[in-house]
């Protein structure tokens, strides 16, 4: 099997595994406990969460463990009340809840899908704005945001405001250390960089203040409720600092394996348009338009050819709804029918590439043939 | 039994302990469920407390005295202020739940001592008697806040930093690696926010009256807009305009609504009366050293009604009452605060109440 869908999940670090397996059936007890049993799997999330501050860059005492990169997300929204802008490109899981208030704001991309600082600095001096968020790392396309550009806007235009980053896409690129004080909140899904699924972090600056989604036993200071994920938030910690620890070889790595993967396309084929350009985007990023297919027909042939990719997000591909991020952009209709997101990760080979290469030329041939 | 605050304090305790070869379980008291962002009560303290336990590797345990707080040192903090009196809660924290509820609870456990980071030292003398004087490090001397303790108390307490120096105790904690090591000394009563304040404490729990200020003659000259926030001895905040003669608050009547100005003169006296007494080793007469607040230069006075026969058992509260002479004459003391007897070297407790 070939993986190219990294940027949905990547598979777990053997570390992570081995690392979460003494909190399942070993140290079980609840690390809300008064008991030494339950000090133990306390004391495993206290060190956890040091190196998750560690690698993000902020005090322990900002980092919030929760289910999903959804939860980390809606947490934020949901809890803070007052006006909601965002761009027009974030994942659905910041999208649905600021369309859904009466008072949210989606603002408009560039074409390569970075919000545009005009129209969010237009959106934000709006009085009751109370909470920007604007992903770090595009989770279909792979645009690193101007972090720091946003946040001069939004503190300068809309000082009042907790900025929040979605920043799930962004462990494996970017130096988390450098986005932290740029932000007062951030959110992390473990399975995105080599932990396990179910796990996740929001972090909030010192006197960030945000209702908490969750509230029962008052776990993690009464900002999310619920028994800890003891091996989950292992696993978490210990995927991220590998991920940390090998960024910048992995990052030239693989981005040298996606120049040859998307190079080999666009060589090959006619009418494969590079979505964005590769300085402004991720290292592990081949997002691809082909002219003159439809990408549902493609991933068929994919997957029937064991090569495993998306449209778009995960979450869209199940439906095939076209992409909201390709059209926030302003791609044609037509050529993001053609969308193909290829995404490589820590256990991507020169084989994989090569072999992804050759089965989607195929495939994009037997598909235009067919057609015309 | 260490009773772990999340300071460096009783962190480095922890660590001394252990090297005195001591077997140490930490302990940390949830004393206050509000808000909270300074002192020992917060989340974050009892996470501190919790990762240096880690760090040195001895159990750590989290008693809730909330209840025990609320009664001894909350609720009468709120309602001495309706009486005009201006308590010191940290006293009766240390008086009533670390040194009372706490020592009784590691008596039943079956420990041989709590164990603080107060800076404070226990010593014995020649015939055997327990004394407690004050810390190594003048700067922080903490006697004057643990000046109850009596021999039974003092048996059973340990102060495993009162006789190093507060550079020395950071050295230790960096030394080691101790997470506190450069955290800052909280100075605050910590059921009351920074932000807030005493006023938003207060105001969310009793009704505020204004009060009229009046001058030694009765004359009024303004307004307070509450008299339980006025103490004797303030300068500001009581309405009155600028320039003219300094002029202090003499007196707070608060069921009167009447707080008195006058000149510095009308706030000296030649004497006090100091009741709920304890004393470190029975009670003392004559000339002592006497401090009136935390870090407060001590003064020479007399301890008249202090012998046994003359103490006044029978005061209406059921506790000791010691009338303090100056030996010159000395700025008024605001009913409850804590008042403390040293002796003539100026080193050691010798007991101490509260100004009545």
């Known amino acids: 099997m070939t993986y190219l869908d990294h940027a949905a999940s990547t598979p777990m670090r053997e570390r992570a595994v081995a690392a979460m397996m003494p909190y399942f059936s070993g140290s079980y007890a609840n690390p809300s406990g008064s008991h030494r049993f339950a000090r133990e799997a306390r004391r495993a999330i206290d060190e956890a969460r040091d190196d998750v501050a560690g690698v993000l860059g902020v005090a322990p005492g900002s980092v919030v463990f929760t289910s999903c990169g959804t939860e980390s997300d809606n947490t934020v929204l949901a809890g803070v009340a007052g006006g909601a802008v965002c761009s027009a490109a974030e994942h659905h899981a910041v999208l649905h809840p600021i369309e859904d208030r009466a008072d949210g704001v989606v603002v408009g991309t560039d074409p390569t899908g970075h919000v545009d600082l005009d129209q969010l600095a237009a959106a934000c001096a709006s009085p009751g704005v109370a909470v920007v968020s604007v992903m770090a790392v595009n989770n279909e396309v792979g645009t690193i945001t101007d972090l720091r550009g946003v946040a001069e806007v939004v503190r300068r235009v809309a000082p009042q405001a907790v900025l929040h980053t979605d920043a799930v896409q962004a462990p494996c690129w970017l130096d988390l250390r450098t986005i932290a004080p740029l932000v007062d909140a951030m959110s992390f899904s473990a399975h995105k960089f080599g932990g396990p699924k179910g796990i996740g972090v929001l972090t909030l600056a010192p006197g960030i203040a945000v209702d908490p989604l969750i509230v029962g036993g008052g776990q993690e200071r009464e900002r999310r409720s619920g028994t800890h994920n ?89 439906a095939m709804e076209p992409s909201h991020v390709l059209a926030a952009m302003g791609v044609d209709r037509d050529l993001a029918l053609g969308a193909l997101r290829l995404t490589l990760g820590h256990t991507t080979t020169d084989a994989d590439v090569d072999r992804a290469s050759d089965v989607v030329v195929d495939a994009v041939r037997r598909l235009r043939e067919r057609s015309s | 039994m260490l009773a772990m605050s999340g300071g460096v304090d009783s962190s480095v305790a922890g660590a001394l302990l252990l090297d005195a070869g001591h077997d140490v379980v930490g302990v940390t008291m949830k004393l206050w469920g509000g808000d909270s962002d300074t002192g020992c009560c917060s989340v974050s303290d009892v996470d501190d407390a919790r990762r240096v336990a880690q760090q040195l590797d001895i159990d750590h345990l989290v008693f809730n005295f909330g209840d025990d707080f609320d009664r001894h040192v909350v609720d009468p903090y709120v309602r001495d202020h309706t009486l005009g009196v201006t308590p010191n809660p940290c006293i009766e924290c240390n008086r009533h739940v670390k040194f009372d509820r706490l020592l009784t609870r590691a008596d039943q456990l079956g420990f041989d001592a ?23 490090d003048p700067a922080k001397d903490q006697s004057y806040v643990v000046h109850m303790l009596d021999q039974h108390a003092l048996a059973r307490t340990l102060f495993p930093v009162g006789s190093i120096d507060k550079a020395e105790v950071r050295r230790i904690a960096a030394d080691r690696g101790l997470r506190t090591a450069s955290k800052p000394d909280s100075q605050d009563v910590c059921f009351i926010t920074s932000t807030g304040g005493r006023e938003t404490f207060l105001g969310d729990r009793i009704e505020f009256r204004p009060g009229r200020v009046v001058d030694t003659s009765g004359v009024e000259l303004g307004r307070v807009e509450s008299v339980e926030m006025v103490t004797i001895g303030q300068r500001r905040g009581i309405g009155l305009p600028g320039g003219g003669p300094k002029r202090y608050v003499v007196d707070v009547d608060v069921p009167g609504t009447t707080v008195t100005v006058g000149d510095e003169r009308d706030l000296l006296d030649d004497a006090l009366t100091v009741g709920a007494v304890s004393w470190t080793d029975g009670p003392v007469h004559g000339d002592v050293l006497v401090q009136a607040s935390a870090h407060g230069a001590t003064q020479r006075a007399t301890l008249s009604g202090a012998s046994p026969v003359d103490v006044d058992v029978d005061d209406v509260d059921g506790a000791v009452n010691v009338d303090v002479v100056w030996h010159t004459p000395q700025r008024r003391i605001a009913p409850g605060q804590s008042v403390v007897f040293y002796d003539a070297a100026d080193t050691r407790v010798l007991g101490g109440g509260i100004a009545r």
């Open chain 1, 230 to 318: 003891v091996a989950g938030i292992v696993g978490l910690a210990t995927a991220l600092l590998e991920t940390d620890a090998h960024r910048d070889r992995e990052l030239v790595r693989l981005a040298a394996l996606r120049d040859r993967l998307v190079d080999s396309l666009t060589g090959a084929l006619d009418g494969v348009v590079e979505t964005v350009p590769r300085d402004r985007k991720v290292a592990g990023s081949a997002h691809v338009c082909i002219e003159g297919i439809e990408n549902e027909a493609l991933l068929f042939l994919l997957d029937e050819a064991d090569v495993c990719a998306s449209a778009a997000s995960a979450c869209a591909s199940g």
């Open chain 2, 114 to 136: 709590v164990a603080t980071g107060h800076h404070a030292r226990i010593g014995r003398t020649n015939d055997g008697r327990l004394t407690l004087e004050r810390g190594a």
